[in-house]
């Protein structure tokens, strides 16, 4: 399992962005403190320079693990749950672009926020249905370019759609297709799961991407999570791919950084 730690330009004060500022300098500190992978929060991926960033992964000897994309709702409110069909439309386009970037730089593509909220829950068919349309457009994209797309279960205080486990897994199932793969959080699944350790059993092949942040959001160590037992269920699972640190810059980003990556080291 690689360590990856999130990084963007710029990033709001309650945003769990650890690294804030130049894409470059972020990666060559992350390369520095240790970490084997980067993962970019971009709101317009076309203002990514992808041959510096290349350049720059190259020569610290560092990759890109996902694309984040959950500015494109927190900041132009684009989603797919949209009652505005030109409103999802644009919102599959946005993702179209995040995927030739993680193509060129081999990573994948995380849709979280993005896939938006149910307004009326009692109209959650009409919702879903507009969210499976999205998702199969972009699987369609997804699929040529042979880009995987993480869906992130996020926790009922961020959006009443796709909340835990047990929900994306069934979501993925509706899809169907190979390239969708779930993604999980330990500070959303702290809210949500009855057993963190059995969920994580649960999601097994289909799980693409694993967020960490402690219980209060802050850097692995900071809370109460047992990150020992979920490195150990990981492992038992036979999860390959990378952990991303998406968590607070507190106390400042880089003790943030530190801390984190020293905690969840000693279990690797």
């Not at 993962?39 to 694309?67: A, F, M, R, Y």
């Not at 959080?185 to 799980?207: C, R």
Request: net charge negative; with cysteine.
């Amino acid at each position: 399992m690689k360590i990856s730690l999130a990084i963007a330009k710029e990033a709001g004060k309650n945003a769990p962005i650890v690294l804030r500022g130049s894409y470059t300098e972020n990666i060559k500190k992350a390369a520095k403190m240790g970490y084997d992978a980067v993962e970019i929060h971009v709101n317009d991926p076309k203002t990514l320079d992808i041959h510096e960033i290349q350049k720059t992964c190259e020569e610290n000897n560092i990759t890109v693990s996902t694309i984040g994309t959950g500015m494109g709702y927190t900041v132009d409110g684009l989603s797919f749950t949209d009652q505005d069909s030109v409103v999802r439309q644009k919102a599959v386009e946005r993702i179209f672009e995040h995927i030739q970037v993680a193509k060129e730089l081999n990573a994948k593509v995380i849709v979280g926020s993005m896939r938006g909220k149910v307004p009326n829950t009692s109209e959650y068919d009409k919702y879903e249905g507009y969210a499976l349309d999205c998702f199969k457009a972009v699987m369609e994209n997804a699929e040529k370019q042979s880009v995987i797309i993480t869906l992130e279960a996020i926790n009922r205080y961020e959006t009443n759609f796709i909340n835990n486990v047990y929900e994306g897994l069934k979501f993925i199932e509706k899809v169907g297709s190979d390239y969708l793969k779930l993604h999980i959080d330990t500070f959303h699944m702290n809210i949500e799961e009855k057993d963190l350790i059995e969920s994580i059993k649960m999601a097994k092949a289909t799980l693409g991407h694993v967020h960490f942040a402690d219980s209060n959001r802050w850097y692995p160590g900071a809370g109460h999570l047992d990150f020992e037992a979920i490195i150990s269920v990981l492992k038992e699972i036979n999860y390959s791919g990378a952990i991303a640190f998406e968590c607070l810059p507190l106390p400042t980003q880089e003790e943030a950084a530190v801390k984190g990556l020293e905690h969840v080291k000693q279990y690797m």
